[in-house]
């Protein structure tokens, strides 16, 4: 079975540009998160999506979004870059289990730099 | 405000031995508790679970304790490898917010060969 595909890897984009960010989950995970590492903030969670709805967003801007297609492929946006945005962003996918919390399998991430 | 960096715990075993990391939990609504990994630009890799209703559980050389009382999971790895250096993170989810995980600030584990 493939892993979790994000896609860029790298990206550097300049401060006020807007980014999108795709992540394909593995076969069969209905369930994508997305969080954003960085040195002085750790792991912190940006929202998740099932079944192509959000289902929790954690505390971010307006300025990040995301969707999740049909196929459970998602996307986040992250709009009016500023320099405090580069971090790692990572997508991780789940089997969604009744209301039992489950597995969350990581990709590798996309390093996104605002210069 | 100035941005501070995490100040990662530490930890150096020699290879061989056996380590301990430890992580506390302050939510006593999580009850599922996952280990992750984490090498140098790669994405945080799964390594063991266990859910409230267990104390303990035994992966291939990892052992994860959990004592809910005082809100404390440690991961026991035997035989600590050179390959085994990494920061490794726990995560504890809450079943009211959906599949989220907060995650610990991580523990540097160095084995010296």
């Known amino acids: 079975k493939a892993g979790v595909t994000q896609t860029p890897r790298y990206l550097i984009k300049t401060r006020g540009q807007q980014v999108t960010l795709s992540c394909s989950p593995i076969s069969g995970h209905r369930s994508v998160s997305w969080y954003q590492q960085t040195p002085g903030q750790g792991l912190q969670f940006l929202f998740e999506?099932?079944?192509?709805?959000?289902?929790n967003k954690g505390n971010f801007p307006g300025r990040f979004s995301g969707r999740q297609f049909s196929n459970s492929r998602s996307e986040m946006n992250v709009s009016t870059l500023e320099l405090g945005d580069s971090a790692l962003y990572l997508c991780?996918?789940?089997?969604?289990?009744?209301?039992?919390?489950?597995?969350?399998?990581f990709g590798q991430g996309t390093r996104l730099t605002v210069v | 405000g100035e941005s501070v960096g995490l100040h990662l715990p530490t930890l150096s075993v020699q290879e061989g031995d056996n380590s301990i990391i430890n992580c506390a939990y302050s939510n006593s609504a999580s009850d599922y508790f996952i280990w992750y990994k984490q090498e140098s630009g790669k994405g945080p890799q799964f390594i063991i679970d266990?859910?409230?209703?267990?104390d303990k559980r035994q992966g291939q050389r990892v052992t994860v304790l959990l004592n809910k009382t005082v809100k404390h999971l440690s991961l026991q790895i035997a035989a600590t490898q050179p390959g085994d250096s990494a920061v490794y993170f726990c995560a504890e989810g809450d079943p009211n917010t959906g599949n989220q995980f907060y995650f610990g600030t991580g523990t540097s584990l160095t084995v010296i060969p």
């Open positions: 266990i859910r409230s209703n267990m």
């Open positions: 991780a996918s789940s089997v969604f289990v009744g209301h039992m919390n489950t597995e969350a399998f």
């Open positions: 999506y099932f079944s192509e709805t959000q289902r």
